[in-house]
């Protein structure tokens, strides 16, 4: 009878080394890239930060493919804290402020090309009719009742609370917190536990609170820096990345590689970004910039290791702060 005792408390200790190790690597810190988006729109009418054109949307989705990113939603960063869900290898969240009508448009459709999800937090007060009886923010014409509910059915854009009314007030929002996600459940019948802060407001005790006692599991703030999970266990302020909307017209005005400087300019909407130099056969990344902000036709110098322009064939490309995206044209 000692023999089936002992082959049980071997599987059973067997069982037990592979849930730690799981455990362990779903709880591994590493950078999460949470980005923040607003409005995506026809080219022509993507004309300042807040409004992403659909063809670099489309651009950008390709980059995050090609790179080997999948995407996951902020609940999935709860659960995995959890040791409930893994996260993928390369984890990106994908998010859009406000509610704009652009998001089903222009977005959704790139995003199921890919396979890749989202999450549009939406202004519960603001969603309304259609037509003559449709609402508009900041940046353009917002969804309606009947089509954010019908975005959120099909399930590649998932809907969060991004409050009642958007005001700038701690106090006014911490009451609209619970309310705010009734609402969203009774006008388009989705559920969630995701919050976004308006304005970026958080860090205040009592939003927290309410946050809690609303039920909700994240909320995301406005701090353009990468997320680290794992050692971040604060699930209701997640950093996000701001992606840039509006004309870039990124272009190398000068390269002295003997100095390891690079002089970018950029015609468009001014953004930050970091030059780097990546071997042109390999893909490796042989140096690479601080980074600086540029923009409307300013320039500056970018500096590098002057070794990285030594070794054969190189080419040059002006990334975000994440080095996600190249904004410079390559052939």
């Not at 009734?182 to 009592?206: F, I, N, Q, V, W």
């Not at 701001?242 to 002295?256: F, Q």
């Not at 909407?269 to 042989?286: E, N, S, W």
Request: overall charge positive; charged content about 25%; aromatic content about 8%.
């Amino acid at each position: 009878m000692r023999r089936p005792a002992a082959i049980a408390a071997a599987v059973l200790l067997l069982f037990l080394l592979a849930a730690a190790a799981w455990l362990a690597a779903a709880l591994r810190p590493r950078d999460v890239p949470v980005l923040m988006y607003h409005n995506v729109l026809a080219d022509d009418e993507a004309t300042d930060a807040y409004k992403v054109s659909a063809s670099e949307f489309a651009r950008q989705m390709d980059e995050l493919d090609a790179a080997g990113f999948r995407t996951v939603l902020p609940n999935d960063l709860y659960l995995a804290s959890r040791g409930l869900r893994p996260l993928p290898r390369k984890p990106v969240v994908i998010t859009f402020d406000d509610g704009y009508l652009g998001v089903r448009d222009f977005a959704e459709p790139v995003l199921a090309r890919h396979g890749f999800r989202a999450i549009c937090y939406a202004v519960t007060a603001r969603l309304g009719g259609e037509g003559a009886e449709r609402a508009t923010f900041d940046s353009g014409p917002l969804l309606s009742t009947n089509e954010a509910a019908a975005m959120a059915a099909r399930g590649v854009v998932a809907l969060g609370s991004h409050s009642r009314t958007h005001r700038p007030h701690p106090r006014s929002l911490c009451r609209e917190i619970p309310e705010s996600r009734r609402e969203l459940r009774r006008l388009t019948g989705a559920r969630t536990k995701d919050y976004s802060y308006p304005h970026g407001l958080y860090g205040y005790p009592e939003m927290y609170e309410a946050l809690r006692k609303g039920k909700f599991r994240t909320a995301v703030i406005c701090e353009d820096r990468m997320f680290r999970y794992g050692t971040e266990t604060n699930l209701l302020a997640i950093p996000r990345l701001t992606v840039y909307g509006g004309r870039h017209d990124v272009r190398v005005v000068s390269v002295d590689e003997g100095a390891g400087e690079i002089v970018l300019s950029n015609g468009g909407t001014a953004l930050p970004i970091k030059a780097v130099v990546r071997d042109a056969k390999t893909g490796r990344i042989r140096g690479e910039s601080d980074v600086q902000r540029i923009g409307g036709g300013s320039s500056a110098a970018f500096r590098v290791p002057a070794a990285a322009f030594a070794g054969g064939a190189y080419r040059i490309e002006a990334r975000d702060k994440a080095g996600l995206f190249d904004y410079l044209p390559n052939p």
